[in-house]
C-alpha cells in the first residue's frame, strides 16, 4: 500500500506561482511508480493534470496547464512536485497526487489508471 501525503496548498493571486508536493509516507518508495495530480473543482468531476514517469523521461499535461505547470519528482526525497504559474481562477480546486497502479507503469491522463491517492489539498486562487 502507498499513502501519500500532499503539502498543504493555499491562497494565492491570479498571475502568482505556488509549489505543491506530495511525499509517500510509512517509508514507502514511489521512485518505481509513475505519479499523477488531478484536481476537482465544486462540482466537476476530477480532472486530469499532470503525470511524469518513474525516471523523469517523460511528463504529459492536461490542455488547461500547459505551459504554466511543471510536473517533477525527485526519487531520492521520495517526493512529488507540482509548480503552478500564472494562475488564473479556474485553477482553483482540490488538488490531489496519485501513483500508477503497477510499477514502471506507462505515463497515462485516466483516473483508472492510478490506485494511490492523497487526501488533497486546497488550492484557491482570487482575481
Known amino acids: 500500500q502507498v499513502q501519500l501525503v500532499e503539502s498543504e496548498g493555499g491562497l494565492v493571486q491570479a498571475g502568482g506561482s505556488l509549489r505543491l508536493s506530495c511525499a509517500a509516507a510509512?517509508?514507502?518508495?514511489?521512485?518505481?511508480?509513475?505519479m499523477a495530480w488531478f484536481r476537482q473543482a465544486p462540482g466537476k468531476e476530477r480532472e486530469f493534470v499532470a503525470t511524469?514517469?518513474?525516471?523523469?523521461?517523460?511528463?504529459l499535461y492536461g490542455d488547461s496547464v500547459l505551459g504554466r505547470f511543471t510536473i517533477s519528482r525527485d526519487n531520492a526525497k521520495n517526493t512529488l512536485y507540482l509548480q503552478m504559474n500564472s494562475l488564473k481562477p479556474e485553477d482553483t480546486a482540490v488538488y490531489y497526487c496519485?501513483?500508477?497502479?503497477?510499477?514502471?507503469?506507462?505515463?497515462?491522463?485516466?483516473?483508472?489508471?492510478?490506485?494511490?491517492w492523497g487526501q488533497g489539498t486546497q488550492v484557491t486562487v482570487s482575481s
Open positions: 510509512s517509508g514507502r518508495s514511489i521512485s518505481t511508480y509513475s
Open positions: 511524469i514517469d518513474w525516471s523523469s523521461r517523460r511528463a
Open positions: 496519485a501513483a500508477h497502479k503497477y510499477p514502471y507503469g506507462a505515463v497515462r491522463k485516466s483516473l483508472s489508471d492510478y490506485a494511490y
